[in-house]
C-alpha cells in the first residue's frame, strides 16, 4: 500500500502562484508515473499534468506554460508548480501515482483563485 498526501493548496488571486506537493510512504516502487488531476465543482476529473519515470512531462492544454510538474524521487515527493492562477483552476487537486501493482490517490488539496 501507498499513501499520498497532498499540501500546498489555498487561496490565492488571480496571477498568483502556489506550490502543490504530494508526499509518498508506505511500499514505494522505483518506478512509477506521478499524474496531478482535479475536479471542479459540478465537472469530471481531469487530469492536469504527468511525469513519467524517466522524468517526461506532459500537460493538459489548459496547463502548458503556466504549470510545471516534477518529482524527487529522494524524498517521494512530486511538486506542480503552478503560476498565472486563473480562476477556472479553482478545483480539488489530487495526486495520483501509478506502480507496477496498484494505483493510488490522495486525499486531495483545494485550490481557490479568487480576487
Known sequence: QVQLVESGGGLVQPGGSLRLSCAASGTIFAIYV??????????????????????????????????????DDNKNTAYLQMNNLKPDDTAVYSC????????????????????
Do not use: C, D, H
Open 96 to 115: 495520483n501515482r501509478k506502480q507496477s501493482e496498484g494505483t493510488y490517490w490522495g486525499q486531495g488539496t483545494q485550490v481557490t483563485v479568487s480576487s
Open 34 to 71: 506521478m499524474g496531478w488531476y482535479r475536479q471542479a465543482p459540478g465537472k469530471q476529473r481531469e487530469l492536469v499534468a504527468r511525469i513519467t519515470n524517466t522524468n517526461i512531462p506532459n500537460y493538459a492544454a489548459s496547463a502548458k506554460g503556466r504549470f510545471t510538474i516534477s518529482r
